[in-house]
């Protein structure tokens, strides 16, 4: 195993990192989501990073050194961008982007005292895994899968003690470790720990952008295309789960459906792009008026469905009227007519176990009393007699 020397060990990870950033770019593809790439590149950065060290070691030293710290930096940064996009905001990015910029600038300014440059350099690398790892396990509304972000963690958390502890070596004690390539127990671990955080994330990283897909393509399978709402299968889920949380808990559940008025008229007159104009306006200010804990959906055609929880009659009245306030004059200022709808509203049994099928029965049966009224209105009716077919929610 003596042929297992610092410098082999440095030119195996750089070799290693060129080949699987070279098959990520072959089997992810070119058309990759932020976070994919951001994650890739963090991959090619560190590849840059570890040939820079192994060519610093036969010619111009410092400035490749320079380099290699740089890579290195960016590839850390741009691991965090790829934990933002995939887990939401983090702790610690302000920091994270002035240890990037102080490390080469620090490393090069301090290049010619050798303690200094590496005790500056390692200490701030080992702040920067830090903060990696710490967004790594930070909490996350996201997405509950776990099991890459406990890779990743044992990847960037030993990392930064293992160069934290090369930094207290070179800075402090620098008889123990006067080079870089010093067989000292802790370079020689951390250099091994880099190998095999390597392959750690390699994997982590092909789960998370495997997970994203499936994400992607979930929401794609619940979401209207045009409109960027929910579609029927969506909306319905969702709102089974929040009819479920309130028969658990006893609270109103109302469901406002919506329906363009003339929508036909539309077509005819100005043609099918102005009539998926009008259905995208009208999803967009269905999704501006409603609350947080409400559920949108386009259910069809030109048909839509508000799920509202904790409502009574005149507060789903007061939200109808805002949101058709808010329709008429975003179609006029942006098709140059004023569109309008009629609206049904019911509300849910919740002690009923076909509370949702019912009510939604219940709210289409009055929306088309409001259509039969003259349009353009809202009619609730509490006291439609509704039948309730089987295969309605199919």
Request: hydrophobic share 50%.
């Amino acid at each position: 195993m003596a042929f297992l020397d610092i410098k082999t060990i440095l030119t195996l990870t750089a070799l290693t990192l060129f080949a699987v950033a070279g098959a990520m770019s072959l089997v992810m593809g070119r058309q990759l989501s932020p976070a994919a790439r951001a994650a890739r590149g963090s991959l090619i950065a560190q590849a840059g990073g570890w040939t820079a060290i192994v060519a610093a070691e036969f010619v111009w030293d410092m400035p490749l050194s320079v380099l290699a710290i740089a890579c290195g930096s960016a590839a850390n940064l741009l691991m965090f961008t790829a934990l933002e996009h995939w887990l939401g905001p983090r702790p610690g990015r302000m920091l994270l982007r002035v240890l990037c910029v102080m490390m080469p600038l620090g490393y090069a300014a301090s290049y010619s005292s050798y303690p200094i440059r590496v005790g500056w350099s390692n200490v701030l690398l080992a702040m920067q895994f830090a903060i990696v790892a710490t967004a790594v396990v930070w909490t996350s509304s996201k997405t509950d899968e776990k099991g890459w972000r406990v890779l990743l963690a044992l990847c960037y958390g030993p990392m930064a003690v293992l160069t934290l502890g090369r930094g207290i070596l070179g800075g402090w004690y620098t008889e123990l470790y006067p080079t870089f390539a010093t067989p000292h127990p802790v370079n020689v671990a951390a250099q091994m720990a880099a190998n095999i955080s390597l392959v750690l994330s390699t994997v982590a990283v092909m789960v998370a952008w495997r997970r994203e897909i499936e994400i992607q393509l979930e929401r794609q399978a619940h979401t209207d295309p045009l409109t960027g709402l929910l579609n029927r299968r969506g909306w319905i889920r969702q709102s089974e789960m929040l009819v479920a949380q309130a028969r658990r808990h006893g609270h109103s559940v109302g469901i406002l459906m919506i329906d363009l008025d003339h929508f036909k008229q539309v077509n005819d007159r100005y043609g099918h792009e102005a009539g998926d104009r009008a259905l995208m306006l009208l999803g967009k200010c269905m999704a501006k008026a409603m609350r947080e804990s409400d559920v949108c959906g386009r259910l069809g055609g030109e048909e839509f469905a508000l799920l509202l929880p904790h409502v009574n009659e005149a507060t789903a009245t007061a939200l109808d009227s805002r949101l058709r306030a808010l329709f008429q004059s975003t179609t006029s200022q942006h098709m140059g007519i004023t569109l309008n709808f009629s609206s049904g509203l019911a509300f849910c049994d919740v002690s009923q176990p076909d509370a949702l099928k019912k009510a939604l029965m219940q709210a289409d049966a009055s929306m088309y009393q409001a259509k039969a009224n003259g349009r353009g209105r809202l009619c609730a009716n509490a006291d439609v007699n509704i039948t309730v077919p089987d295969a309605l929610l199919s």
